[in-house]
């Protein structure tokens, strides 16, 4: 079981470099400033979509499944408090890089989640594994952008992305190890994330993924969401 963990966790992270070597060539290629803005945009809102499908079709249903509905709510509603000070501080201290904390506050519990699942449910396992990599190669394609116009030079930025790729297997065993006898914590775990990626969404990636004049950016939230449902179904 293990070694399935570690290749799955493997994969789910290595879309975050592959996101950054993407943005790398697409920084280097695109010229025109119009045409670089809405993909970014586009990729920004495909993201969101997959991240609303993450915690529609497993986060929340898995993680209420073992829990009541009082202490689920009350685990949801203490990721949106705790995601909402950490956002909090972050601004407070000037970051701009919202994008890229986004995603790692997201990737390390859907991350330890990942490892624990295996255990319960395989299928979720699976299903949860392809939710990160499809949510991570946009969110890393955004981030190294990001990166790059908060003065990070270019070989830092692919640096830290590629380091991110390799927490996930990192974290996907601590979950193995510290919570497969623990299926309360799990789950908890689940709801937990589950708020605080919600809490994100809405307050720093929605409203950055806004462009005046093109409606059609926000049809990236249906197709991300739509690889929700088809990886449900098929799962």
Known sequence: ????????????????????????????????????????????????????????????????????????????????????????????????????????????PESIALGAVFIYDYNTGILLAIFIACQNLPEAFTSYIELRSSAFSKSKALTMLFVLSFTGVVFSLIGFYLLKDNPELTSSLMLFAAGGILYLIFEDIAPSMKLKNSRFIAFGVNLGFLVGMLGEALL
């Open 1 to 108: 079981m293990p070694y399935e963990i570690i290749i799955f966790a493997f994969l789910a992270g290595s879309t975050v470099f592959i996101g950054g070597i993407l943005s790398y060539f697409f920084e280097k290629t695109v010229l025109n400033r119009k045409i670089k803005i809405e993909i970014v945009h586009f990729a920004t809102a495909f993201a969101t979509g997959i991240m609303l499908a993450a915690v529609a079709f497993v986060l929340v249903p898995k993680g209420m499944h073992s829990l009541s509905i009082g202490f689920s709510i009350l685990i949801f509603l203490l990721g949106a408090i705790v995601f909402y000070f950490l956002d909090d501080y972050i601004h407070k201290n000037k970051t701009s890089i919202p994008q890229f904390l986004s995603m790692l506050l997201d990737f390390i």
